[in-house]
């Protein structure tokens, strides 16, 4: 007897069952930018239901002594920098021979505006329109295989899983080689990463805990018309590090951190400082309904006192909209 044919009476748990199910799904699937210290959200990497899909629309206010849409950092001591930026993404989870493939694709645009140097020249500028489109691919090597149906997905666990994820963004945003400050970078550049996720403890709605960490390693072309000169950036060392815990089965929360080193610029062979700072931050989580879901995040550098360090805080607002097909057929089997 299917559940379409049961008595009133007995149909009670299918409502429950496919709020679970779709909760299961979108919480899966958070997907949100790369800005403000270039960082990965939490839980971005946790794995879902393969054929998941999430479309995600951000906003971020950031500022700061660098250009925040570009994740070099090119410090400029003394500049005060300012963006609105909105992004709207998408992201899907595929099995491939038996692990998660995720790809994911983001599209950055707004304003930024503000004060910089370059060269012992000053610039007061301002730059609106659509910044670099970047795309990212992933796939777990270590944890649970692919998550092919719902059976797998209510035993999912994540336990310790690791990815290899390789970002690349494009240089075709608008950039106006006569500004210093643009949200086109005119220069290619990316990075390579392992994301690495660790269960503490049970895995049970609304009291998930877990350690999640990202090294990564990025990688920049040179700008040969930036303002009328070269630009170089050598390899710049991240380490991300998240520790998330549910306070219900539809509220979390995280605590974020973000170093980064290296990532020396030279602007014409003079060098600036290379990068050693660390930004420290708070992440919370609502989901809202069956597909919905809501998160609002802040990040600052905390050793940031001397004129030549990176300085730099922002905040972060996302919608995230999840789904599945076998999930929304569910749905239509309870109307």
């Known amino acids: 007897m299917n559940d379409a044919t049961k008595r009133p009476g007995e149909r009670g748990n299918f409502a429950p069952r496919s709020r679970r199910l779709a909760a299961a799904t979108l919480a899966l699937t958070i997907f949100c930018p790369m800005l403000a210290l270039a960082q990965v959200p939490p839980r971005f990497y946790w794995k879902s239901l393969s054929g998941a899909n999430a479309v995600p629309v951000i906003y971020q206010s950031l500022s700061g002594n660098a250009n925040p849409v570009d994740p070099a950092h090119v410090v400029s001591p003394d500049s005060s920098v300012d963006a609105n930026v909105a992004i709207v993404g998408y992201a899907r989870m595929m099995p491939l021979f038996d692990r998660t493939l995720t790809l994911a694709v983001l599209q950055p645009m707004g ?29 777990n090597l270590i944890g649970p295989k692919a998550i092919r149906n719902i059976p797998d997905l209510l035993r999912y666990e994540p336990k310790l899983s690791l990815d290899v994820i390789v970002d690349l963004a494009f ?82 929360g995280s605590l974020d951190s973000t170093y980064v080193a290296g990532g020396k610029s030279t602007v014409n062979g003079v060098g600036g400082d290379a990068l050693n700072n660390l930004g420290v931050g708070l992440t ?52």
């Open 171 to 252: 240089p075709i945003g608008e950039y106006d080689s006569d500004q210093a400050l643009n949200l086109g970078q005119n220069r290619w550049y990316g990075r390579l990463g392992t994301p690495v996720v660790w269960q503490i403890g049970s895995w049970v709605p609304g009291r998930r805990t877990t350690l999640e960490a990202l090294p990564s390693v990025w990688f920049f072309t040179d700008n040969d018309d930036y303002v009328g000169q070269t630009l170089s950036t050598d390899p710049m060392f991240q380490l991300e590090a998240h520790l998330t815990r549910d306070f219900t089965e539809h509220f979390w």
């Open 284 to 335: 919370l989580g609502y989901q809202i309904n069956d597909n919905l879901s809501f998160t609002a995040g802040y990040m600052a550098t905390v050793n940031d006192s001397d004129p030549g360090d990176l300085q730099m805080d922002g905040f972060r607002l996302s919608l995230t909209y999840g789904w599945h097909k076998i999930v929304e057929g569910q749905k239509r089997l309870k109307e």
């Open 111 to 139: 304003r930024i505006s503000g004060e910089t140097s370059v060269a012992a020249l000053t610039y007061d500028q301002a730059a609106n329109g659509f910044g670099d489109p970047m795309i990212e691919a992933g796939i």
